[in-house]
């Protein structure tokens, strides 16, 4: 079965401190590991997209690695309003077309 | 331009009532998708339509559940004889048919009595 696991469940920085947030995944054949974030109250807005191990993506404080097994989410120097929860999510094995979502790390940047 | 549009943005209904949940998804968009989150949870994929392809229902929980798309267009998602468990907040997303670069709506938050 597809499964895709976050880790921290929740992580709270302090404005400035850098950290990682983690993404594990048991599909094999990967077509694809996907970012989003979702800020309270509304719908997750995509991020990136990684397809293969050594790949990076960044966009502003965020950097996306993939491995083999799992993808990092990195955030350098946060900011306030970095504040969301970040899922990651990858193609079902069978029917590529659908996506298997991990439960998300809520990050609260305190100022 | 307009983004992915959901109504209502709440409802509450009744044990036992039905709902009818609404998605506009982004014009020029093939593929439109349904969700479930309950609170504190990752996403639940419920239903895929992809241009004028068969959707894709195996995400459905329970025969309750049912959705149309017309076209390329408007969806609605409807759930019969509403059950408490059905609370959640139910999402919708649109793509040009790269299944990751998905476009969300708001959402639809249901509370059943």
């Known amino acids: 079965e597809d499964q895709v696991t976050q880790s921290p469940e929740a992580l709270r920085l302090q404005e400035g401190e850098s950290s990682s947030l983690n993404c594990s995944y048991t599909v094999s054949g990967l077509r694809g590991l996907f970012w989003y974030r979702q800020d309270p109250g509304k719908g997750p807005e995509f991020l990136f997209t990684?397809?293969?191990a050594g790949e990076e993506k960044e966009k502003e404080r965020l950097k996306a690695t993939l491995t083999k097994k799992e993808s990092f989410l990195h955030i350098t120097a946060p900011k306030p309003e970095d504040s969301a929860t970040y899922l990651c999510?990858?193609?079902?094995?069978?029917?590529?077309?659908?996506?298997?979502f991990g439960q998300g790390t809520r990050l609260t940047i305190n100022p | 331009g307009a983004g992915v549009s959901q109504s209502p943005s709440n409802k509450v209904t009744e044990k036992g009532k039905d709902v009818e949940l609404r998605c506009d998804p982004i014009?020029?968009?093939?593929?439109l998708y349904w969700y479930r989150q309950r609170l504190g949870q990752g996403l639940e994929f419920l239903i895929y339509?992809?241009?004028?392809?068969?959707?894709?229902k195996s995400g459905l929980p329970s025969d309750r559940f049912s959705a149309e798309r017309t076209g390329e267009s408007v969806s609605t998602l409807t759930i019969q004889r509403t059950q408490q468990e059905d609370s959640a907040v139910y999402l919708c997303?649109?793509?040009?048919?790269?299944?990751?670069?998905?476009?969300f709506g708001p959402g639809t938050r249901l509370t059943v009595l």
């Open positions: 990684l397809y293969s």
């Open positions: 014009s020029g968009h093939t593929a």
């Open positions: 997303a649109s793509s040009l048919g790269r299944v990751g670069e998905q476009f």
């Open positions: 339509f992809q241009g004028n392809s068969a959707p894709d």
């Open positions: 999510a990858v193609p079902f094995q069978q029917g590529a077309q659908k996506l298997v």
